[in-house]
């Protein structure tokens, strides 16, 4: 025993200087790893909501929103940066409390949280951009209802720290807006010739200066500007998004064609 | 010696598409030249327009698409979704009407959906919807028949309009349009739906002088030019004769019992046949190979829905005619209406047995 006691001691008392080291040295690799790890999440997490996982694009989620109000550009703007908004406050949430939330009655408990931040949303836009709160009219207190936002509340933010979840929750929100933008860019032109329309409702007097006459159109084009024209732009939106991804794959795949030649020809010689 | 043993079928049908799309171009020849001669030059200055249009469209499209173009640029089937939608414009609409129709029709509803063969709706049909719904000040300039209108709309007069919206003296199409009386003019279906409206009842409105001495001045002879058109399309055997005989069928029905319940405010079967589009829509658009019902049952179902529905936008809808939006809820409902009448195959029973 003794024997098997005393070798112990002398390892320990003399390499303690050494594994403290080591430790530290271990405990900074790991930190390192952490946050490379952290960096490699986040950059994870802005991809997959901006492109690769767009709620717009490749979930499909919120699309009524996403269809009936991006006929201007001033009320998509309006309505993603709502969207935006909620989805934060909404994933940030729901991951600060998912330790005390019983599993069986998550989803109400979500959608409380949701509807909660919805108002105060609404009650803001009341109040200091009127024109746009009466411009989006019910779509404003059915971003409760939008799928996209309860989507990441279950997919994401109820098994992840708050920090992430909230960066969650700001990636696919921009990706959501961006698309809202997109649509209102192509059906204003398309539709009335113009830019920002009514910015001023969203930002105040000095905005009315951001509207832009693109094309003098003497009529309106109304299928733009109707619901049947939002599907049509989206559908190729979509087809564009997915024309991208599939020119992005057949270049990969010569690429790695090549590599695997050059292998091939130093092993040969 | 031993004889090559073909199997069956052993008769072939040689037609092939070019020569079928053809056919159906010569075919509205007699009902082109009758909108010819009673509405001017509009609807052949729109036909250019339009089949110019089409051929472009065509051209990128199929280029895009990396698809044989000398082949299918010339297979027909373009040129006559633009013929048909330069003959259902109004003669006087301004020539980005028919360039923006065309290209909707060719590029989103034909070619989006995979080309010829492929597309759900009849390209010509959801293009002229689609300026329906979008442009309505435009798509309901319906320019009276040119024994009414004071101004002389030679071939110089009617392009500077459809160009500039004035012909080359100065009038605007508003003046064009204006009787001497100082009424507006439009087409003998819209003018009874406005005099019902009012009150009016069917014979007192028909005094008005688009109706002429029989049913719709002008318009009674472009119909007449579809129907022999359609009836020549038939003895070709290029069309089947289910689908006209049922629509012409179910809108005869359809008005022969509300006229003879109410003579008042329901107008004749035969105007229903021979004003509007309802013989155009009965042999050249209703009959599309693509879009339609494919068994013979299914035909004749398709075309009793499009006359009842024609005769119920017409009498209790918002436009004056339907036979557009008749056509489309036909080809929405088509597949589903092929999939209840499949004829039985030979050999087996009822029922998939």
């Known amino acids: 025993m003794s024997n098997e006691i005393a070798p112990q001691n002398s390892n320990e008392t003399k390499p303690t200087n050494s594994s403290d080291e080591q430790e530290i040295a271990a405990a900074a690799v790991q930190a390192e790893l952490i946050k490379s790890e952290l960096k490699a999440e986040y950059k994870e997490l802005a991809i997959q909501g901006l492109w690769k996982n767009n709620p717009g694009l490749v979930q499909l989620l919120g699309l009524c929103p996403l269809l009936a109000v991006t006929s201007t550009v001033t009320n998509a703007l309006g309505l993603g940066l709502a969207t935006l908004l909620v989805l934060i406050c909404s994933n940030a949430t729901v991951s600060a409390i998912r330790h005390w939330v019983p599993k069986e009655i998550r989803i109400p408990i979500f959608v409380l949280i949701i509807a909660a931040f919805v108002t105060c949303v609404q009650l803001l836009m009341n109040a200091f951009t009127y024109g746009i709160y009466q411009s989006l009219g019910i779509f404003l207190p059915l971003i409760v209802t939008n799928c996209a936002i309860i989507g990441r509340a279950e997919a994401y933010a109820s098994k992840n720290p708050v920090k992430q979840s909230a960066f969650d929750g700001l990636m696919m929100g921009l990706g959501f807006a961006i698309i809202l933008l997109l649509l209102g860019v192509i059906r204003e032109i398309l539709g009335q010739g113009t830019l920002f329309d009514g910015a001023n409702l969203l930002f105040g007097e000095w905005a009315s200066v951001l509207r832009v006459e693109v094309m003098q159109l003497d009529n309106q084009f109304l299928l733009a500007i109707l619901p049947p024209g939002a599907f049509i732009a989206m559908g190729i939106l979509i087809a564009l998004k997915n024309a991208i991804d599939s020119h992005i794959k057949n270049k990969k795949v010569v690429d790695t064609e090549q590599v695997i030649e050059r292998v091939r020809v130093n092993f040969d010689s | ?353």
């Open chain 2, 1 to 353: 010696m031993a004889f090559w043993i073909a199997s069956s079928p052993h008769n072939h049908n040689h037609t092939k598409t070019p020569n079928l799309m053809r056919l159906v171009i010569y075919a509205t020849l007699p009902g082109v030249l009758a909108q010819w001669y009673f509405f001017g030059w509009g609807n052949l200055i729109h036909i250019g327009l339009a089949m110019a249009t089409a051929l472009v469209c065509e051209f990128t499209v199929l280029s895009l698409r990396k698809k044989p173009i000398s082949h299918e640029l010339f297979d027909g089937s373009a040129l006559l979704t633009a013929l048909l939608i330069g003959i259902c414009l109004p003669a006087l609409a301004p020539w980005w009407i028919s360039v923006i129709g065309t290209m909707f029709a060719i590029v989103i509803v034909k070619q989006l959906y995979g080309g010829l063969g492929h597309n759900p709706f009849n390209p010509a049909m959801a293009g002229y919807v689609m300026l329906l719904v979008s442009f309505p000040l435009q798509m309901t300039i319906w320019q009276p028949p040119l024994s009414l209108v004071a101004v002389d709309l030679n071939f110089a007069n009617t392009l500077t309009t459809i160009l500039t919206g004035f012909t080359v003296e100065g009038y605007s199409v508003e003046q064009v349009r204006t009787s001497i009386d100082g009424f507006t003019m439009a087409t003998p279906l819209d003018t009874l739906k406005t005099n019902t409206g009012l009150g009016l009842t069917v014979f007192e409105s028909i005094k008005n002088p688009i109706f002429g001495d029989n049913f719709a001045l002008g318009w009674e002879w472009v119909n007449a030019g579809f129907l022999v058109g359609g009836l020549f399309l038939i003895a070709k055997k290029a069309i089947a004769w289910q689908t006209p005989l049922s629509f012409l069928l179910s809108l005869f029905i359809c008005s022969f019992i509300s006229y003879s319940l109410n003579p008042d405010s329901s107008a004749s079967t035969m105007f229903h046949w021979f004003s509007g589009a309802t013989m155009l829509g009965a042999f050249f658009i209703l009959t599309d190979p693509v879009t339609g019902a494919t068994s013979n049952k299914g035909r004749i179902i398709v075309g009793l829905l499009a006359g009842l529905l024609v005769y119920l936008i017409r009498t209790a809808g918002g436009y004056p005619d339907g036979v557009a939006f008749a056509i489309l809820l036909c080809n929405m409902s088509a597949p589903l209406i092929d999939q209840y009448t499949r004829p039985r195959t030979y050999g087996h029973l009822k029922g998939d047995k």
